[in-house]
Structures are given as C-alpha cells and as structure tokens.
C-alpha cells in the first residue's frame, strides 16, 4: 500500500512540475497532504531515475537550459509591454545604461525611443540593433562569444567588457523567483555574467514577467552586498512572495 501511494505522488510531483516548470517543497507538501521530508525524500528519488532536477527549494523539469530567444519571443508579451513602460520610466535622460539580454530588456530597450542622449551597453544583439537603426542612443555591444540560443554575446570577454564602463542603471533579466524572494539563473556562466552587469551599475532594475513567480532554476543570481536592487513585473506577487522580497530589501515596482 505504501509503495502505491508513493508511485501517485510521484506521478502528481512530476505531473505539477511539468505544468508549472517548477514547484517548491513546501508548495507539494501542503497539495499532497504530507512532510517537507517526505516530499525531499520523493525529489531524491525522481532525480536520481533522471526525472526531475532537484534545485534550492525545490525541483524543476530535468531541463537546466532556458527556451530559445525565438521560442520566449510571444510569451506574455502584453505584460513584457507594461514592464517596458515602467522600466523606461525609471530613466533619466543622459544615463549611462547596461541591458542584458532577453525578451523583457528587448521591450524595454523598444520603450526608450522618447529618451535623450542615452548611452547604452549591451550583449544583446537584438537590443543593440534596435537601437541603433531606431533611436539616436549611442550604443556599445560587449564582445565576446556569441550564444545562438540567446542572440548575445557571453563569456569571458563579454565579462570583461562590463568593467570598462561607468554605468548608472543595469536593466537585468533571470530565469525564476523562487517563493522566498530568490533570484535564480539557469547556467553559472550567465549567473556569474549577470552578476558583474550588477556590481558594475550604481543601480540595477531586475525586469521578471509573473510567470518566472515561483519558477525553481538551478543557479543563485547573488545580488551584490549593499548595492540597491528593484524588481519591476507585471502583476502584484502572492503576498507571501511580497513579504520575502521585502525582507530581501528589494524594491517592487508592479507596472500598470
């Protein structure tokens, strides 16, 4: 009898991850009436027959790679529309910007065609054309390797380009927001990559749509000690999500 009822939570575990791309402990312990330990001791099981991949606080499909640039191109763009909107107008003109790659930066870098004299840094190769066929902004691409998946520049060099630059404002993308308010990446290169665009700027802008609220990716995106941090999404979080961003000190903009 224990056997069966270990098989169905496992089948739910991995049915809900697979909806959701994701699912905390405590979020399946409370759905499947069972312990924290219980639900740990399920994931470790699921991982190891290569089903899931078990991440802090949770487990995420045995997937550790994010979509396509293309394939995330139409998802919520309504909402990456009103993140733009937002985020642009947290710019004055004459900033020195960093955006980084994504489909919500490429929004915001189309939001920014009423500013002046910007001057903007970029590995991405979709912002930067942008900008530089549509808008009068002085543009500056970071070299370095460029990541097909991602339509941008990346690695060492692309790292290295960040330190050259004074900037005032980062605009950041990540992969998940995890239900106690972290920030999650899904490779150490890009995490390690966003990080340096942070510590560089006076000022960095998190850009997240809703559906990266509760998203379990598997690396930390540490945000640099002291350093101001805001998040601007598109829709209020679960206030449980609020309260832990709040005691994160991170700043909430929920765009209109």
């Not at 270990?6 to 049915?15: K, S, V, Y």
């Not at 099981?45 to 139409?74: C, Q």
């Not at 763009?77 to 642009?88: F, L, N, W």
């Not at 002291?226 to 832990?244: F, H, I, N, T």
Request: proline residues 5%; positive net charge; glycine residues 10%.
């Amino acid at each position: 009898m224990a056997r069966k009822l270990a098989i169905r939570r496992h089948d739910e575990i991995l049915r809900r991850i697979g909806a959701d791309g994701g699912a905390g402990v405590g979020e399946l312990a409370a759905a499947l009436s069972v312990s924290h330990e219980t639900i740990r001791r399920d994931l470790r099981v699921l991982a190891a027959r290569g089903l899931l991949a078990v991440v802090h606080g949770g487990a995420v499909p045995h997937r550790s790679t994010e979509p396509a640039f293309a394939e995330r191109a139409e998802e919520n763009a309504t909402g990456k529309a009103a993140i733009a909107r937002a985020a642009a107008d947290l710019v004055p003109d004459g900033s020195v910007l960093l955006i980084d790659s994504g489909t919500t930066t490429l929004a915001f870098a189309q939001a920014l065609a009423g500013k002046r004299d910007l001057t903007i840094c970029t590995n991405s190769l979709a912002v930067a054309l942008h900008l530089a066929r549509q808008t009068p902004h002085v543009v500056h691409v970071l070299g370095g390797e460029v990541d097909r998946t991602e339509e941008a520049t990346g690695g060492v060099d692309a790292m290295a380009a960040i330190d050259r630059f004074r900037v005032d404002l980062a605009f950041i993308g990540a992969g998940g927001l995890t239900p106690d308010g972290e920030v999650t990446d899904y490779s150490r290169t890009g995490a390690e990559q966003r990080r340096r665009m942070m510590a560089a700027a006076a000022r960095t802008w998190l850009l997240m749509d809703h559906t990266k609220f509760g998203r379990l990716t598997p690396v930390r995106l540490e945000t640099p000690p002291g350093d101001p941090v805001g998040l601007v999404v598109d829709a209020e979080p679960p206030p449980a999500l609020r309260k832990a961003l709040a005691r994160r000190r991170i700043d909430l903009v929920v765009a209109r």
